[in-house]
């Protein structure tokens, strides 16, 4: 069965304090590989979409990044705006198009 | 108004009440989605409507029933809730149903007692 799973469910960061977020994936025939940012009381808003292994996209201080197994999304001095939970979704050949959730990391950035 | 709204922004009812939640898209997207979130649990996608055909139903309940008049309108109507439908509902869209960039609206924060 396709799964996602994000690690940490929760981090805390100093600001400046770079570190990355964890999306590691089982899917067979991976049509694409997404990050979305939600805010408290919010829907999500879109970051990135990646579709094959070794393919990177940045956005400010975010960078996502692909293997076969995993992506990461790094955050490279981050701020207390930063704080957000962050969530990692795919599209697979065997989902009919449907996007499949994680359970999302809850980033903290302490000032 | 821009990108996708949705009314109320919050909701409370009784199990016996009915209710609707409206989303609307100002993006001239073709598809549409209702999601659930609920505490501590991922994003489980309900419906998805293209060109106004709803062409996903991922086994709800049908004391959930959505309807869309056309490419910018969607609703969920609502009816003898139970205390574990009481979640966050989000409205999505996209360019078409095979565009993977989804944008959602803010959610309705809904409360059944």
């Known amino acids: 069965e396709d799964q996602v799973t994000q690690s940490p469910e929760a981090l805390r960061l100093q600001e400046g304090e770079s570190s990355s977020l964890n999306c590691s994936y089982t899917?067979?025939?991976?049509?694409?590989l997404f990050w979305y940012r939600q805010d408290p009381g919010k829907g999500p808003e879109f970051l990135f979409t990646?579709?094959?292994a070794g393919e990177e996209k940045e956005k400010e201080r975010l960078k996502a990044t692909l293997t076969k197994k995993e992506s990461f999304l790094h955050i490279t001095a981050p701020k207390p705006e930063d704080s957000a939970t962050y969530l990692c979704?795919?599209?697979?050949?065997?989902?009919?198009?449907?996007?499949?959730f994680g359970s999302g990391t809850q980033l903290t950035v302490l000032p | 108004e821009t990108g996708v709204t949705q009314t109320p922004r919050h909701l409370v009812m009784g199990m016996t009440n009915k209710k609707s939640l409206k989303c609307e898209q100002h993006?001239?997207?073709?598809?549409m989605y209702w999601y659930k979130q609920s505490a501590k649990k991922p994003l489980e996608l309900m419906f998805v409507?293209?060109?106004?055909?709803?062409?996903e139903n991922n086994s709800v309940p049908s004391r959930f029933s959505p309807e869309c008049p056309n490419s910018s309108h969607l609703f969920l109507h609502l009816h003898t809730l139970q205390p574990e439908d009481s979640a966050l509902y989000l409205c999505?869209?996209?360019?078409?149903?095979?565009?993977?960039?989804?944008?959602f609206g803010p959610g309705t924060r809904l409360t059944v007692t």
């Open positions: 999505a869209s996209s360019q078409t149903r095979g565009a993977y960039e989804q944008y």
């Open positions: 899917v067979s025939g991976l049509r694409g």
């Open positions: 990646l579709y094959s």
């Open positions: 979704a795919f599209i697979s050949s065997g989902s009919a198009r449907q996007l499949t």
């Open positions: 993006l001239g997207h073709n598809a």
């Open positions: 409507y293209s060109l106004e055909e709803r062409v």
